[in-house]
């Protein structure tokens, strides 16, 4: 069945079954491999996408249901130059790297409804984001970094919050 999607500010047809998750229809249709499978039941965050501006589980939402702008980490900044992008390689956040994009979109979202995000503000937007890597700390201040970045109080890295010379 076709669906006309909104994904990353392009509209886009796509002949798949209505109960597709979203994440296929990303990763294996339209050749968007940033968004990651990690455990197929929303539960890790590797997944996680826009969606209406909300982050949402890809691996769980059908396409049928996917109406609405979507984003993945493609769309949030093609060049690298959104805050998050720039604060998560500041900080050095990733180490394997494989649920960063779902980390980095839960983090846009949360930096949407809260630009100067406290430490439990984070904690609650990124609970359920699991890292392999344990790489938590560094998440927490590179979204404290972002922030700076987006609210013009950019400094050096060791003016964000949290940050241990």
């Given at each position: 069945?076709?669906?006309?999607?909104?994904?990353?500010?392009?509209?886009?047809?796509?002949?798949?079954?209505?109960?597709?998750?979203?994440?296929?229809?990303?990763?294996?249709?339209?050749?968007?491999?940033?968004?990651?499978?990690?455990?197929?039941?929303g539960?890790?965050?590797?997944?996680?996408?826009?969606?209406?501006?909300?982050?949402?589980?890809?691996?769980?939402?059908?396409?049928?249901?996917?109406?609405?702008?979507?984003?993945?980490?493609?769309?949030?900044?093609?060049?690298g130059?959104?805050?998050?992008?720039?604060?998560?390689?500041?900080?050095?956040?990733?180490?394997?790297?494989?649920?960063?994009?779902?980390?980095?979109?839960?983090?846009?979202?949360?930096?949407?409804?809260?630009?100067?995000?406290?430490?439990?503000?984070?904690?609650?937007?990124?609970?359920?984001?699991?890292?392999?890597?344990?790489?938590?700390?560094?998440?927490?201040?590179?979204?404290?970094?972002?922030?700076?970045?987006?609210?013009?109080?950019?400094?050096?890295?060791?003016?964000a919050?949290?940050?241990?010379?």
């Open positions: 069945m076709p669906f006309t999607l909104n994904v990353n500010g392009k509209s886009t047809t796509v002949d798949v079954p209505g109960d597709m998750p979203l994440l296929w229809v990303l990763r294996d249709v339209l050749d968007l491999p940033a968004t990651k499978y990690g455990c197929g039941i539960q890790c965050g590797a997944c996680t996408v826009h969606l209406r501006g909300a982050a949402v589980r890809s691996c769980q939402t059908p396409v049928s249901a996917a109406t609405g702008p979507i984003t993945t980490l493609e769309g949030l900044s093609p060049d130059s959104h805050p998050l992008q720039r604060a998560w390689e500041e900080i050095d956040v990733p180490q394997c790297g494989y649920c960063q994009a779902g980390q980095i979109m839960s983090a846009a979202a949360l930096l949407t409804r809260h630009p100067k995000p406290t430490d439990a503000d984070i904690d609650a937007a990124m609970n359920g984001n699991l890292c392999r890597c344990a790489t938590y700390v560094r998440i927490r201040q590179a979204i404290h970094r972002a922030a700076a970045i987006a609210t013009g109080s950019a400094g050096s890295a060791s003016a919050p949290g940050l241990r010379a």
